[in-house]
């Protein structure tokens, strides 16, 4: 089965960058399109960006366009969220999620329905 595991959160200040990561163990990632999701506490947990099986199409949420950048590197099994100019707001744990559907048109919606794969999560702390 596949596992995938974050890695890659901690402390930053506002305004600085983060880079995530999101690795398979065991298997392929190259058959999955991949979704970060972010939970803060007291809410809903909400889609932050998304790549599809073939890197092609990406998507983001309006609240982290233009500083987000995913990526995904299949010589090492792995997907990348680049964070910059990091506000308090982004302060969250941060998951992966691996989707056996090549594409999703709409990755942020039904997540329990659209992924088959969660990772365990990653802390993201923005404090000063």
């Known amino acids: 089965q596949l596992q995938l595991v974050e890695s890659g959160g901690g402390l930053v200040q506002p305004g600085g960058s983060l880079r995530i990561s999101c690795a398979a163990s065991?298997?392929?990632?190259?058959?999955?399109?991949i979704g970060w999701f972010r939970q803060a506490p007291g809410k809903e947990r909400e889609g932050v960006s998304y790549?599809?099986?073939?890197?092609?199409?990406?998507n983001y949420a309006d609240s982290v366009k233009g500083r987000f950048t995913i990526s995904r590197d299949g010589a090492k099994n792995t997907v990348y969220l680049q964070m910059n100019s990091l506000k308090l707001e982004d302060t969250a744990v941060y998951y992966c999620?691996?989707?056996?559907?090549?594409?999703?048109?709409?990755?942020?919606?039904?997540?329990?329905?659209?992924?088959?794969?969660w990772g365990q999560g990653t802390q993201v702390t923005v404090s000063s």
């Open positions: 790549i599809s099986r073939s890197g092609s199409i990406t």
């Open positions: 065991g298997f392929p990632l190259d058959p999955y399109s």
């Open positions: 999620a691996a989707s056996t559907i090549a594409t999703l048109w709409n990755p942020f919606t039904l997540p329990q329905r659209n992924y088959n794969y």
